[in-house]
């Protein structure tokens, strides 16, 4: 009961569902990325990503002192089903801001 508390709970925000729907849509994003392209400081984006993160939503992967995010897979049917319904959110995502080319963060 308590994940599933933790999930509601983590939905009831329209900055992580925007998270979401842009990891979503852009696939494996390192943190100075999604930073950058959603115009937010780094600790309350953090705070975010960690909700999401114990919701069940999202994997971590470090990548040398980078942090890389995306949804995780598999997910379960509830997970999966709210991610379907963002999906028909009608949600203005800004657009992708990449810091290099070679996706490596230069923050």
């Known amino acids: 009961m308590d994940i599933f508390l933790k999930t509601?709970?983590?939905?009831?925000d329209e900055t992580r569902v925007l998270i979401l729907r842009f990891l979503d849509t852009h696939g494996d994003l390192c943190v100075c990325d999604l930073q950058t392209s959603l115009d937010m400081i780094q600790s309350r984006l953090s705070r975010h990503l960690k909700i999401l993160k114990e919701a069940g939503f999202l994997r971590v992967e470090r990548r040398?002192?980078?942090a890389y995010y995306s949804i995780r897979s598999p997910l379960d049917r509830f997970?999966?089903?709210?991610?379907?319904?963002i999906r028909h959110l009608d949600i203005?995502?800004?657009?992708?801001?990449?810091?290099?080319?070679t996706g490596e963060c230069t923050l």
């Open 92 to 101: 203005t995502l800004p657009p992708l801001k990449k810091l290099s080319q």
């Open 64 to 66: 040398g002192t980078w």
């Open 8 to 12: 509601v709970s983590a939905l009831n």
């Open 79 to 85: 997970r999966t089903e709210a991610l379907e319904e």
